[in-house]
């Protein structure tokens, strides 16, 4: 199995609502990641995740709200979220940081009304 | 930001091979060259590595210049379904770690 699997694919939500994307993958792998990316745009990079532990926050806004349970899920908490965060919300997994042959999910795309 | 330079888009006629260059003048000397690809509405898909050495697998080929300042990645007979938008990719170290930074990426037309 070498999937990412995002659920779900597409979220429309309020701006008051909170909701939350998840991610899983079943390779073993000890890093994931999540990534935003806007139209026309390469993926920004949002979090790092290694062995379960946040290493990285790329300053991201606190409306924005990581957590990984275990090794095999990452999730993303939403709340209170503005209609320019609206974009495709990318999932991905590595064996470790130190390796970038990274597997991505398909994406969830989130529309902010 | 995005240690590499690319070209922001290219043509290729279908069949024939596609040369994708990529800039990454201020490597280290341990870094690696990772090449990634994402085809319309998807997530982006691993290609292909290298350090110093050429590489090949069924995707692609890795040109590497010997001074590591900079790359190809060769499609050898590239097909209308190889129309996407191609990242050269060198890791930037930040506080917590190794981070993979996408660029702007090259967007390959593959033409009929």
């Known amino acids: 199995d070498t999937e990412v699997t995002q659920t779900p694919k597409h979220l429309v939500m309020g701006m008051t609502n909170k909701k939350s994307l998840k991610c899983e993958q079943h390779?073993?792998?000890?890093?994931m990641y999540w990534y935003k990316q806007k139209a026309k745009k390469p993926p920004e990079l949002m979090f790092v995740?290694?062995?379960?532990?946040?290493?990285i926050n790329e300053s991201v806004p606190s409306r924005f709200s990581p957590e990984c349970p275990n090794s095999s899920l990452l999730n993303l908490h939403l709340h209170a979220l503005q209609p320019e965060d609206s974009a495709l919300y990318l999932c991905a997994s590595s064996q470790g940081v130190q390796i970038t042959e990274a597997f991505f999910g398909q994406g969830t795309r989130l529309t902010v009304v | 930001d995005a240690k590499t330079t690319q070209p922001p888009s290219m043509d290729c006629a279908e069949g024939r091979a596609a040369n994708l260059p990529c800039n990454h003048s201020t490597i280290s000397g341990n870094e690696y060259v990772y090449w990634y690809r994402q085809i319309h509405s998807q997530g982006p898909q691993y290609i292909i590595h290298?350090?110093?050495n050429n590489e090949t697998n069924e995707m692609a080929s890795l040109i590497i210049t010997e001074d590591r300042k900079s790359s190809t990645l060769i499609l050898p007979h590239a097909t209308l379904r190889d129309t996407a938008v191609y990242y050269c990719i060198v890791r930037v170290v930040g506080t917590g770690g190794f981070k993979t930074i996408f660029g702007a990426g090259t967007r390959l037309f593959v033409k009929a």
């Open positions: 390779m073993g792998h000890r890093a």
């Open positions: 290298g350090l110093k």
């Open positions: 995740y290694s062995y379960e532990k946040l290493s």
